[in-house]
């Protein structure tokens, strides 16, 4: 029993010298879609590149990309979006072309039409 009563003294001192903040919701979520993506399931790279376009937009684009070459029209598109409006990145209308054009490759009529402006 008294060393029990130790344990958990020291264990409260340590606890009150580090400054450890809990993760919030978001952290937790975005935590879980790259643990998600990391194995392979593309739909959550979808949704991890959602999460953090705005403030990763880079790494967004690495996401819809690697889902665009898996086969999901959705990441071609949002990537085709991000480069054709240039808000988050520089804009850029040959990225642009290519990723709508690898959506109407895949059978997508709304890449095929955006293909068609470039």
Known sequence: MKHKLIFMALAILLYGCYDIEPMT???IYKNQLIQSCNKGNTQYCIELAELIQKEDPNNAIQLYE???ISGYVKACI???D????????????KNAKHFYGLACDLGSQIGCR???HY
């Not at 480069?83 to 990145?89: A, T, Y």
């Open 25 to 27: 919701p978001k952290q």
């Open 82 to 93: 991000i480069f054709s409006e240039g808000q988050l990145i520089k804009k850029s209308n």
């Open 78 to 80: 949002e990537a085709g």
């Open 66 to 68: 690697r889902a665009c």
């Open 114 to 116: 955006e293909f068609k």
